[in-house]
């Protein structure tokens, strides 16, 4: 068994027209045994930038504190909100620090920039090397399967609503052929003066 | 570095002033005239640098430092204390690019350099820097113009003057200032500010003059380009 499936999640991140979604599965398991299937994956970080951790579910709660603090830090002493690509400079350094002993999680990252609303998604891996995404970002254990799905439901330009479609389906296909995701999805929908958050039901296996 | 003193030597007189302070500040008032002016489209700062011998290789050493591609820096008092914290400020402005993958503005530049200074007046067994800094820079086509003193207060300024005889220099600057003169403009006036101060002729051996351009570069001028605005 390796470490990254210890946990299990099943993470997204899709850009629309002047708008991100970001989703997870709601399983909280350790191996076999799902202990909680409400547990929240994504972290806010901004009005509208949010944060989404996949793997090690320890070492995810972490980087996501660690992160809000090192961002708390910097919009103080800058007096300005963070822009996302600044934010993933931040992320990318907080995970190279540990790169001969790294946070077994990785990090997806979907925002809009805050002074000119362009959608922005980022992946990453355990030490850092970021993927700035144009269309979809995926991670987890259900990685593989949520590229496929996305692969197939994705278009440019989609408005919020056919975005949620999208994302909602990608994530609900993918995470069923995933043992260790699923039991729920949270979508939240990012848009310039708006932030909406779904709950999805799924299959309970 | 100066951990054998566990304790500072910059200590409170009984009037609440912290002497080795006023003394710093007294040694920068002493130093060569330095001007800063913020203009529409970019800053100027202008140093005077005689040179106290003709023998002298006036150009292999500059008062006008590069601290990144947008920033500037000049002082009024002791020029070692100034290479100190020159060194400093561009660690320091490379650290926050290697951390956050964008260009420092000038404004946290400011607020580290000044911490440092204050280091200085608080910790164990050192001397508060004998410089003021003048840090000019262009924050995504916003020009700024900021002021540090040896205690590591730091004042943003429209235009200022430093070192001998900077009070005459600030009221100079106080007529002649205009928020909406192109940078031309704003390097003449430092020049005339300059001036005012000078003992002998002007010329383009014995000034310096930095400026930001609204490219949002910090460019040092050359020996004709200084001769042609004389």
Known sequence: MSIDEYNGSAIVAMTGKDCVAIATDTRFGVQRTTITTDFERVHKMGPTLYVAMSGLVTDAYTVAARLKYRLNLYELRENRPVNPKVFVSMVSNLLYERRFGPYFSTPVVAGLDPTSGKPFIAGFDCIGDPTIGTDFVTDGTSGEQLMGMCEAFWRPDLNKDELFEAISQSLLNAQDRDSYAGWGAQVYIIEKDKVTKKILKARKD | ?230
């Open chain 2, 1 to 230: 570095m100066t951990e054998r003193y566990s304790f500072s030597l910059t200590t409170f007189s009984p009037s609440g002033k912290l002497v080795q302070i006023e003394y710093a500040l007294a040694a920068v008032a002493a130093g060569a005239p330095t001007v800063g002016i913020k203009a529409k489209n970019g800053v100027v700062v202008a140093t005077e640098k005689k040179a106290k011998n003709s023998l002298y290789e006036q150009d292999s050493v500059h008062k006008i430092e590069k601290i990144a591609d947008h920033i500037g820096m000049v002082y009024s008092g002791m020029g070692p204390d100034f290479r100190v914290l020159v060194k400093r400020a561009r660690k320091i402005a490379m650290q926050y690019e290697s951390s956050y993958g964008e260009a420092i503005p000038t404004g946290q530049l400011v607020q580290r350099v000044g911490a440092v200074m204050q280091e200085y007046t608080q910790s164990g067994g050192v001397r508060p820097f004998g410089v003021s800094l003048l840090i000019m820079g262009m924050d995504d086509g916003k020009p700024t113009l900021w002021q540090c003193d040896p205690s590591g207060t730091f004042f943003p300024w429209k235009a200022t003057a430093l070192g001998k005889n900077h009070i005459n220099g600030k009221t100079f600057l106080e007529k002649r200032f205009n928020a909406d003169q192109e940078l031309d403009d704003a390097i003449h006036v430092a020049i005339l500010t300059l001036k005012e101060s000078f003992e002998g002729a002007m010329t383009e051996e014995n000034v310096e003059i930095g400026i930001c351009n609204d490219l949002g570069k910090f460019v040092r001028l050359s020996h004709n380009e200084i001769k042609d605005h004389l």
